[in-house]
C-alpha cells in the first residue's frame, strides 16, 4: 500500500519497535509501539491512538472487523465513507482518490480529505479492501504529518486471510456471488467506543 503514503509530507522521525505482529478477525498487521490500543463493544474495531498534548497534535488509526459488501470496490468505499467519515465529521470536499491497488484477490480502495470536529481540524484517511465478498475498513484521523512513518509502517504491514468457506445468508445458504449489499446494509456495524482526548475532542463512531 505505499501508494497510501502520498497523503502527507514524508517524516523524518523515525519509529521505532514496529515487531509485534497481532491478528485481528481476517486481518494480520504490525502494532505500534507505545501507541494507546482499544478494542471496541461487541468485538466490531481495534484502535491505536497517540498525542502530544504540549504540541497539540494526534493520530488515530482504527482498523474494523470485515462485514459484508457488493463485488464492486468503490461501491463498498462510498458506502463506508459516508458512514465512517461523513456520518460522524463535517467533511466539505469530496474524499481525493488515490490509485486502486489489487493484490492475491483484494481490491484496495483509499481516498482522503480535510474534516472539522467541534473547532477540531484534521485529514481523514479511509482505506476500503474488497474482496471475497467482505470489506475491511481502515480509518486514519491525524492533524500533523509527524506519525506519517508510524501510518505508513501499519498500512505496508497490513495482510488478510482468504476466508475458508463461502459467505452464507441470514438462512445459512450458501452463497455464489459476493453478498450483494448497499449503504443501509454496511449501516449499524460499527460501535467503537469512545476515545476522549485530554484537549477535551471526543472520537466516537455512532449513528448521525
Not at 52 to 70: Q, S, V, W, Y
Not at 127 to 132: A, N, R
Request: with cysteine; charged share 20%.
Amino acid at each position: 500500500m505505499k501508494h497510501l503514503t502520498i497523503l502527507l509530507l514524508f517524516s523524518t522521525i523515525m519509529i521505532d519497535g514496529f515487531t509485534q505482529k497481532e491478528i485481528f478477525d481476517i486481518t494480520t498487521y504490525t502494532a505500534p509501539k507505545g501507541w494507546k490500543k482499544q478494542i471496541s463493544e461487541g468485538n466490531s474495531g481495534v484502535q491505536y491512538s497517540v498525542q502530544d498534548d504540549a504540541k497539540g497534535t494526534f493520530c488515530l488509526m482504527t482498523l474494523f472487523k470485515a462485514i459484508p459488501g457488493t463485488d464492486n470496490s468503490k461501491t463498498n468505499f462510498e458506502a463506508s465513507w459516508d458512514e465512517l467519515v461523513k456520518g460522524i465529521f463535517s467533511v466539505s470536499t469530496p474524499p481525493e482518490m488515490q490509485p486502486v491497488a489489487e493484490e492475491d484477490g483484494w481490491e484496495v480502495q483509499s481516498g482522503y480529505a480535510p474534516f472539522e470536529s467541534s473547532g477540531l481540524t484534521g485529514v481523514a484517511l479511509l482505506t476500503s479492501t474488497s474482496g471475497y465478498g467482505q470489506i475491511v475498513n481502515i480509518l486514519i484521523l491525524t492533524n500533523t504529518d509527524v506519525y506519517e512513518q508510524a501510518m505508513t509502517l501499519f498500512l505496508e504491514s497490513v495482510s488478510f486471510k482468504k476466508p475458508a468457506t463461502k459467505p452464507t445468508d441470514a438462512t445459512g445458504n450458501t452463497n455464489t456471488k459476493p453478498v450483494q449489499s448497499n449503504n443501509t446494509s454496511i449501516k449499524d456495524k460499527y460501535t467503537f467506543n469512545t476515545t476522549n482526548f485530554d484537549d477535551g475532542w471526543t472520537s466516537v463512531i455512532k449513528k448521525d
